[in-house]
């Protein structure tokens, strides 16, 4: 064995050490509030990968899509099939488009009944706020509410958050907070977004 050869071997030998005592150390079982939240591309696609993998082992998975529902998604379109997912839409489309405070407001309360549900029921293993911080941002819903509605939540269900400008009230009492960070969109060079790739 080589020099070259050797070093790699004992600094992955030094990691596998590292990552071996990580987990080990990881000892609590319980859900998780995750939020996914920055300027860049991929928080709702990153949403709906983990309810594939949640519907893989055969979880029940709630999504509430609070912005995008009117949009086509491939994602939806694809697993709405499957009897272990529900989704529930703000039917209002994009709320700069309806421009009417009152009735997005009406709308956002209307399925956030239905988020409440899905957060009370101890058989749903995973619940998808999707673009959630819109709601909280625009005052459609207070902070209060949901936060109760999560910290109430059965203690094995795992609820993740979607959207821009998460509240500093969500980011502190997550689990886990992911900033995607754009450096570059082709949006803003002019580009379209792509069916099966952006939606």
Request: proline share 2%; hydrophobic share 40%.
């Amino acid at each position: 064995m080589n020099d070259r050869d050797t070093r790699h071997q004992q600094a992955m030998q030094k990691l596998k050490a590292h990552v071996d005592g990580k987990v080990a150390a990881a000892t609590e079982q319980r859900g998780l509030l995750l939020v996914f939240t920055g300027n860049g591309k991929g928080k709702t696609t990153a949403a709906w990968g983990t309810v594939t993998r949640a519907l893989g082992y055969g979880y029940r998975v709630g999504v509430v899509q609070f912005i995008k529902g009117m949009w086509e998604c491939g994602e939806r379109e694809r697993l709405v099939e499957d009897p272990n997912l529900e989704v529930a839409i703000m039917a209002t489309g994009f709320t700069w488009d309806t421009q009417n405070r009152e009735a997005d407001t009406a709308a956002c309360r209307k399925v956030w009944v239905e988020a409440e549900r899905m957060l009370a029921d101890p058989e749903v293993y995973l619940v998808v706020l999707d673009e959630l911080t819109y709601m909280l941002k625009f005052g459609y819903l207070d902070i209060e509410t949901v936060k109760r509605a999560i910290e109430n939540r059965p203690p094995e269900q795992t609820v993740i958050i979607t959207g821009r400008n998460a509240h500093r009230e969500l980011t502190a009492m997550a689990d886990t907070v992911t900033e995607m960070q754009e450096v570059r969109h082709a949006f803003n060079a002019g580009v379209q977004a792509r069916r099966g790739i952006d939606y």
